[in-house]
């Protein structure tokens, strides 16, 4: 089985700012994918990032970015120029590579991040 | 607006009771998946449907069934409730059924067990 561990339960920084969260995850497979996923106050689960375990480079979509260290099994985070709106609850999740889709996602426990004006 | 419809946003009930969660995916897509948020358990997988067939199996109950109708459509249904069964229900969707796809989640139903 696989598990997701985030160690940070709550960051606040200023708008602008940069912030990285961090997640590391455990698991024996070596073919797997790896999530970002927000949650605004609003509730709704929403992707912000994807990457696949395969690929050594980096994902990016525009202000977010992640580190991904597949041997130390690490996946953080970068939000740069980190707007209000970017308050939310943060999860980092795992998906194994699996032709059905199975198991779903397993997500870690969340990271609070606060944008403070 | 994810495109993924769950009713009703909010359920109140009673413990001994049974309910029925209803999910509509996006259109076009033929997965449907359902989790669970609870502050004591966090986000966890129960169960995901493909075009009407069970896919995956996670951390469902026993008490816990679900169903993918000809349309789509999905109900979870949650009988003999208990007040531990108090969460956030998401319903997502996805075209297929790889990993890596892009799920779509909708805006949860709270579930209250008194």
């Known amino acids: 089985a696989q598990t997701v561990t985030q160690s940070q339960p709550e960051m606040s920084v200023q708008e602008a700012e940069t912030v990285t969260l961090s997640c590391t995850y455990d698991?024996?497979?070596?073919?797997?994918?790896l999530f970002w996923y927000k949650q605004p106050p609003s509730r709704q689960m929403i992707l912000v990032i994807r990457q696949e375990a395969y690929k050594q480079q980096n994902a990016t979509e525009n202000r977010f970015s992640v580190n991904f260290q597949k041997a130390a099994k690490s996946f953080s985070l970068k939000i740069s120029d980190s707007q209000l709106g970017d308050t939310a609850m943060y999860f980092c999740a795992f998906m194994k590579h699996a032709g059905g889709g199975a198991d779903g996602l397993t997500f870690g426990k969340g990271t609070h991040l606060i944008i403070q004006p | 607006d994810s495109g993924v419809t769950q009713t009703p946003k909010h359920l109140i009930t009673a413990t001994g009771q049974r309910v029925t969660l209803r999910c509509s995916p996006r259109s076009g897509d033929l997965s449907v998946y359902w989790y669970q948020q609870s502050l004591d358990q966090g986000l966890q997988f129960l169960i995901q449907y493909y075009n009407g067939e069970e896919r995956a199996k996670g951390n469902i109950l026993e008490r816990f069934s679900a169903q993918q109708f000809p349309d789509l459509h999905s109900e979870l249904n949650l009988s003999s409730l208990e007040l531990g069964d108090s969460a956030l229900y998401f319903c997502a969707s996805s075209e297929g059924t790889g990993s890596y796809e892009k799920l779509f989640f909708g805006s949860g139903t709270q579930l209250s067990v008194l």
């Open positions: 698991t024996s497979e070596n073919n797997y994918y």
